[in-house]
C-alpha cells in the first residue's frame, strides 16, 4: 500500500486548508486512516482518525471543533479539513493507514503505513 499525501502549504492564521490523502495497491484490508503531526522537538502526534465505516472518528483536543477528517471510500481517499488554523497547527502532517480492526485513539506503533510529510505553515 502507498499513501499519497498533499495540500500542505502556507496559510495565515484564522484561514483554511485541506489536505488529501490517496491510497494505492492492495488497500481492500485497510480499516482506518489518520493523520499525524510532527513538530520540531516534539513526538508525531496522533491528529485525527477514522476507520473505514465512518462510524468511529477521533480527534485530539486541540483541534476539535476546527478540524473536520473524511474517508471517501470510493477514491480510497481521507481528507482533513482545517479551518481557524493556528500558528500551533504548523507541523509536518503525515498521513497513515492500519489494517488492525482497532479503536482510532490508537497510537502511531499500530499504523502498517506510511506516507511522506506535507508541511502546513500556519503564519501569524
Known amino acids: 500500500v502507498q499513501l499519497q499525501a498533499s495540500g500542505g502549504g502556507l496559510v495565515q492564521a484564522g484561514g483554511s486548508l485541506r489536505l488529501s490523502c490517496t491510497a494505492s495497491g492492495p488497500t481492500a484490508n485497510i480499516y482506518i486512516m489518520s493523520w499525524f503531526r510532527r513538530t520540531p522537538g516534539k513526538e508525531r502526534e496522533l491528529v485525527a482518525a477514522?476507520?473505514?465505516?465512518?462510524?468511529?472518528?477521533y480527534y485530539t483536543d486541540s483541534v476539535k471543533g476546527r478540524y473536520t477528517i473524511s474517508l471517501d471510500t470510493a477514491k480510497n481517499t481521507v481528507y482533513l479539513q482545517m479551518n481557524n488554523v493556528k500558528p500551533a497547527d504548523t507541523a509536518l502532517y503525515y498521513c497513515?493507514?492500519?489494517?488492525?480492526?482497532?479503536?482510532?485513539?490508537?497510537?502511531?506503533?499500530?499504523?502498517?503505513?506510511w506516507g511522506r510529510g506535507t508541511l502546513v505553515t500556519v503564519s501569524s
Open positions: 497513515a493507514a492500519s489494517e488492525r480492526h482497532m479503536r482510532t485513539d490508537v497510537g502511531e506503533r499500530f499504523y502498517d503505513y
Open positions: 477514522i476507520n473505514w465505516r465512518g462510524q468511529d472518528i
